[in-house]
């Protein structure tokens, strides 16, 4: 960039409303943490019966009820008995730090974001929701200055992604150790490239990507500003100035808060084509896939792009 990120950032105003929902007042922050990311996106293939089982979960534990619709995402690809998981994978940067020099924080990492997406607060409603389910990333000493505050947090021993660009053609490995389980993905160039994929793929990625409201962690992930509290003062900081005005909202309303991404930039996507070369225990179970079986993909996409992530309290009015 010509400029540094944070200095353009700290000239914007936090942008946020209450508005009524159904007699109740929900606060919506536009403008919460920016983020960089390079990576691929994939939605597997799962039964129904999965999900729902995670959705009765999470609202066991007090969060609020979200259903599955009628209908599957994907009509053409899926049956009545099956929805999907979406995995994020790749390399974030959360660019409200960006020019610290503290060698406590991590301000880059490697991720594996995984969500249940389409679901909705009533049968037939439009599905801007999605559960998170967990955010991995290689266990550290430092304090991770990581934007998504929504997902619960899953330190693992190893994450390696290595990937490149040749000739514009995308390819990829995805190396995960977690205890005795493991994930290894190859990724390669799809022969279409970027040619826009089926329609009906892409349009329901942008739509998931721009308008899903992500709700799962049971408390907010706040954690760098509470550990760091001298970075709640600082102009430049967009993300702690803002945790600090409704942290304890946040917290009283949890867990039914959520965080939006959407494109603050252009962002790129293209086709890919992936290898499951190993895929074991708490992996699958994660990704709510039985013990053994083969791992369907429903689509395979490159995103590449800047993000701004929003926050909402309380998330499902019902």
Wanted: glycine content about 8%; proline content about 6%; aromatic content about 10%.
């Amino acid at each position: 960039m010509a400029f540094r990120a944070f200095l353009f950032l700290a000239t914007l105003a936090v942008f946020f409303s209450v508005a009524p929902v159904r007699g109740v007042n929900v606060t919506t922050v536009d403008d919460v943490a920016h983020a960089d990311w390079r990576g691929i996106i994939l939605y597997l293939k799962v039964d129904k019966a999965a999900v729902q089982a995670k959705l009765n979960e999470f609202s066991g534990k007090g969060g609020p009820r979200l259903e599955l619709p009628d209908s599957p995402p994907f009509p053409d690809i899926l049956n009545s008995e099956q929805h999907v998981v979406m995995l994020g994978i790749g390399h974030v940067r959360e660019t409200d730090f960006d020019g610290y020099d503290d060698p406590q924080i991590l301000s880059r990492w490697d991720e594996i974001g995984v969500t249940v997406p389409y679901l909705t607060d009533e049968v037939n409603w439009i599905p801007h929701y999605a559960l998170t389910l967990g955010e991995l990333h290689e266990e550290t000493n430092l304090q991770v200055a990581n934007p998504d505050f929504a997902f619960p947090d899953i330190s693992v021993e190893r994450l390696t992604i290595t990937d490149g660009d040749v000739g514009g053609a995308y390819w990829g490995k995805v190396e995960l150790d977690w205890g005795v389980d493991r994930m290894v993905l190859n990724v390669t160039h799809h022969p279409d490239g970027c040619g826009g994929g089926e329609t009906i793929v892409r349009h329901e990625f942008e739509d998931d990507i721009n308008n899903v409201k992500q709700i799962g962690a049971l408390d907010p992930q706040f954690g760098i500003c509470d550990e760091f509290p001298e970075y709640r003062d600082d102009p430049q900081n967009t993300f702690c100035r803002t945790v600090l005005g409704h942290e304890s909202e946040v917290e009283t309303e949890a867990p039914n808060f959520c965080q939006t991404w959407w494109h603050s930039a252009h962002a790129e996507q293209c086709r890919v084509q992936v290898e499951v070369v190993e895929m074991t225990g708490k992996v699958r179970e994660l990704f709510l896939l039985p013990e053994e079986g083969p791992v369907e993909f429903v689509a395979q996409l490159t995103n590449v792009g800047n993000f701004t992530i929003g926050l909402e309290y309380p998330c499902v009015v019902q």
